[in-house]
């Protein structure tokens, strides 16, 4: 059976209290705005979206060609709470309608990073990216993870979670979520050892072994990730874009060289094992969202989304 999964962080900062304000106009969000509005060409394909229908149901007709907003407009003051939730929910419908489009089935999974849902300023949410599912929901905002569902079919199950993770089992696909900690992400002996508590876990779970590792890596160059995933699991993985550059699917004519704030690091991925995952297809989505006239910055990390048989 296939699954289509989509990871997206927001920068968050580490407040013990969870809503919007932890999430809106943070400094790499703030980076992110001002580096691309140093262009006035349009780049940003924001597609059509509906607010009556399932955000897993396809809307029919042409994106929308769109420039940045002028530089400053996420400082900080400039947006209420309520309009920044206003934008991540768009992001939302944007990822799934993306996925729709890139992929020959709807998205099965919408995980965010750095943000949990549980917190009532964010319930509205779940109205754009599927049913709130599971949670993982440590005391810093930035450490959070929600798993949302439309209902599209697909059974997920929580398999475990921890400081900078969650598995869950979406269908037969076992996804290990990350945010791995500044702190050991550029040291290969501190993430190996990460990546290997978090496999004794799964394991343990009797559920099934990894088949994918999604999410925002901080990792120090391009082959890290698959480099210390396979050493620590004592199996292959491979990263699913493999490229040097990266042209999001939302975006029109315009590459980026990295998934972070300024497009210079390649931070996000997707690695998959090479032994279980028989085909997988991958797009990068921007980290901007309609403001209606333009696109502003809504995180600092594009998100990635995949299509997976196994």
Known sequence: MAVVIAYQSLNSNSSSNHGVKASNSQQFTRDAHNHSA??????????PTSSSDAPNVGIHGPAELLRTAESGFMDKGQHSDADFLSMVEGKALQIHQNAIRAFPKACDLLVFGELDSNNPEWSGL?????????????????????????????FTDKIAEGTGWIAVKCSNVIAVFVHVPNSIATNEAATTLFYK???????????????????????????FTQ???????????????????????DS????????????????????????????????YLSQFASTGTSVAAVTDHMGIAVYLEK
Request: include cysteine.
């Open 197 to 223: 508590n978090i496999n004794n876990e799964v394991l343990g779970a009797g559920k099934g072994a990894i088949d994918i590792v999604m999410g925002d890596t901080n990792q120090p160059n391009d082959t």
């Open 227 to 249: 480099r210390v995933v396979s050493t620590a699991l004592g199996a292959s993985f491979s990263d699913a874009y493999p490229g040097k550059t990266i042209a999001p699917a």
């Open 38 to 47: 140093q262009s006035s060409e349009r780049w940003a394909l924001q597609l």
């Open 126 to 154: 779940s109205k754009k990216a599927g049913a709130l599912l599971e949670s993982s929901t440590p005391n810093k905002a930035c450490n959070c993870f929600s798993v949302h569902s439309p209902g599209s079919g697909a």
């Open 252 to 283: 029109y004519q315009k590459e980026f060289s990295g998934t972070n704030a300024k497009g210079t690091k390649k931070y996000d991925v997707a690695v998959y094992n090479t032994k279980s995952i028989k085909k997988i297809n991958v797009i």
